[in-house]
């Protein structure tokens, strides 16, 4: 019954990495048959006699150990987190034509993040979605859709910050939203 145990497990190393084991003899990339069968002879727990015995063979095939790594992955590095440090609302009025302005500041614990994409979308007068990349100043600014005789509250709400170097902490956040009334 040692064949189905050991065809197994011989199948589970294959899909190791040979490189990241250290058991690439010939540095091609790939288990070779004789590659594949010294990392069961060096992983299995020996049964009786030390070493191949009549009753034993090798002994028995260590699955888990066949299959771990010999080497510590390196971990991801880490990520800051950035926020939503403000919000501040304005309007724009031009004759009887009213825009809010959002304009965010995107930080983390050094400062102000340049190249944020911030994403979000605005509510009650108007219902837009809008999206814009922060400046050197962690700032983006962002602007309803125009609404003719504004009588009531443009609300804009934060979707999601993303930037490849920062993961965004929206529980950080001072605040995720923000509503200016008009007129």
Do not use: C
């Not at 189905?4 to 091609?28: K, M, Q």
């Not at 888990?64 to 510590?72: E, V």
């Not at 950035?82 to 501040?88: L, T, V």
């Amino acid at each position: 019954m040692a064949t189905p145990h050991v065809t197994g497990v011989a199948a589970l190393v294959l899909i190791t990495s040979v490189t990241d084991a250290g058991y690439d003899a010939n540095n091609n990339g790939y288990w070779d048959p004789a590659e594949v069968r010294q990392k069961l002879r060096d992983t299995e727990t020996d049964l009786g006699a030390t070493g191949k015995d009549i009753y034993f063979g090798y002994g028995l095939v260590n699955a888990l150990a066949a299959t771990k790594p010999t080497t510590t992955p390196t971990p991801s590095p880490v990520k800051d987190e950035m926020h939503i440090a403000s919000i501040e609302m304005s309007k724009r009025i031009v004759g009887i034509n009213t825009n809010a302005i959002a304009t965010l500041t995107v930080v983390d614990a050094n400062g102000p993040i340049e190249g944020a994409t911030v994403t979000g979308y605005w509510d009650n007068l108007t219902h837009d979605n809008d999206a814009g990349i922060t400046d050197a100043l962690g700032i983006v600014t962002l602007i309803s859709d125009r609404v003719k005789r504004a009588d009531g509250t443009f609300t804009f709400t934060v979707n999601t910050v993303e930037h490849i170097d920062f993961n965004y902490n929206a529980s950080a956040n001072v605040e995720y939203y923000d509503s200016i009334t008009a007129p």
